[in-house]
């Protein structure tokens, strides 16, 4: 039976035992289990098949978060990880190899840059980096790549991929896609749909939803259940149980929460596009944003994430930061209270300013985490703000 999201977001994956009758999955805060497991009926470790044994391969509070994300996010596998980056640097490792060149686009988040930039080169990887308008072109030539990593929504500057072809490209080229869905969240899209081979979550942000965990989440196909988890146990990113729980709990209300900073993005990035101070507004959402026909082919909601320059630069940017009273000024994203960041001063610090420049990263650049308050109380606390 097909059911809604919501449905499977409350019920998929939960770990019940009849012997004990729960109704939500347990906490199974232990780093070991009997091994051998001697009982016959032992519950099966699904990254294995076997029964559970060590925390760090695989844990029943864990393996109840990956059945509830994958069947969120229509992925036949998943694993979760301490962070993010612990999902997209396992996931991109257990891919490539010595002599392998990747193709990925010049927008990535930060953290993700320096990886292909710095690290992966290190170990005799090659990564071509293209502007994500070229890759939407479709005018790129995959032969020679071993994959093609892209993020669905550009951080800050909330360009939109065109996954839809993308996924085309790389089914015609026999190459991996790999996609950060981590803007979207997997209530607005859903990746392996459009021809992703891995998903990629920071789990930090829309499924965790409050600002209080560090996770990641890696989807992908049966076939590379082994090479992933592989790299989860060699790297260490195994998330711990608890962090586990509240991402799983997290997810329940994801579409709750997602309907909302869905409605308050939209509602906001309009506000603000009729503001005289107010240069340029960057949402997939907004009627005559760049990417609107874009994220409309891509997208099923376009997010709570807004981005604006004002008229003013950076002077006027740090006058209205100090006269916000419900945004807070911090750094991360997806969480239930709104927050507003200068991607210069976090995410896009370690960029030099010729490579936040080609990213399209004005010094003066807000980004907002627009949060699930009342629409009415944030579009105040900016009018304030703004004066
Ligand atoms: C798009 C994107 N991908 C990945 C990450 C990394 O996630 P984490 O901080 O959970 O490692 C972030 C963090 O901000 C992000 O914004």
């Known amino acids: 039976m097909a059911v809604g999201f919501n449905t499977r977001a409350v019920q998929a994956g939960e ?136 993020e669905s929504i550009a951080n800050p500057t909330l360009k939109v991929c065109d996954l839809s072809l993308l996924g085309k490209m790389s089914a015609e080229a026999g190459v991996p896609l790999l996609v950060d869905a981590t803007f979207a969240s997997p209530y607005n899209q859903n990746p392996a749909r459009l021809g992703a081979a891995y998903t990629l979550h920071s789990g930090t942000k829309y499924i965790g939803g409050h600002s209080d965990i560090m996770l990641g989440l890696a989807g992908f196909e049966k076939k590379n259940m082994d090479t992933v988890w592989a790299k989860r146990k060699m790297f260490g990113a195994t998330p711990d149980p608890i962090q586990a729980y509240l991402g799983l709990r997290g997810l329940k209300t994801l579409g709750l929460r997602m309907k909302t900073h869905n409605r308050n993005a939209m509602e906001i990035a309009r506000f603000l596009s009729t503001h005289r101070k107010v240069d340029k507004v960057f949402y997939p959402g907004l009627e005559g944003f760049e990417y609107n026909e874009v994220a409309k082919r891509n997208l099923t909601g376009f997010g709570g994430m807004v981005s604006f320059e004002l008229a003013g630069g950076l002077d006027a940017v740090k006058d209205m930061a100090g006269k916000l009273k419900i945004f807070s000024y911090a750094p991360s994203l997806g969480g239930v209270e709104s927050l507003f960041t200068l991607p210069v001063e976090t995410s896009h610090l370690s960029l030099t300013p010729a490579e936040r420049m080609e990213a399209g990263i004005a010094e003066g650049l807000v980004r907002m985490s627009v949060g699930i308050e009342d629409k009415e109380d944030l579009i105040e606390d900016l009018k304030n703000a703004l004066g």
């Open 15 to 150: 770990f019940r035992d009849e012997r004990t009758g729960n109704v939500t999955t347990p906490i199974y805060e232990t780093s070991t289990f009997y091994n051998p497991n001697p009982n016959p009926s032992a519950y099966k470790d699904h990254t294995r098949n076997k029964p559970f044994m060590y925390t760090r391969w695989g844990n029943p509070t864990l393996e109840s978060l990956e059945k509830k994300y994958a069947a969120l996010d229509g992925v036949e596998e998943s694993l979760s990880f301490s962070t993010g980056m612990g999902a997209i640097t396992s996931a991109v490792m257990s891919l490539l190899k010595k002599g392998d060149r990747l193709l990925s686009m010049k927008e990535l988040y930060g953290e993700t840059f320096l990886f292909f930039t710095k690290y992966l080169p290190s170990i005799g990887i090659n990564v071509d980096l293209v502007k994500l308008d070229e890759l939407n072109s479709g005018r790129v030539n995959l032969k020679g790549y071993a994959g093609l990593y892209a």
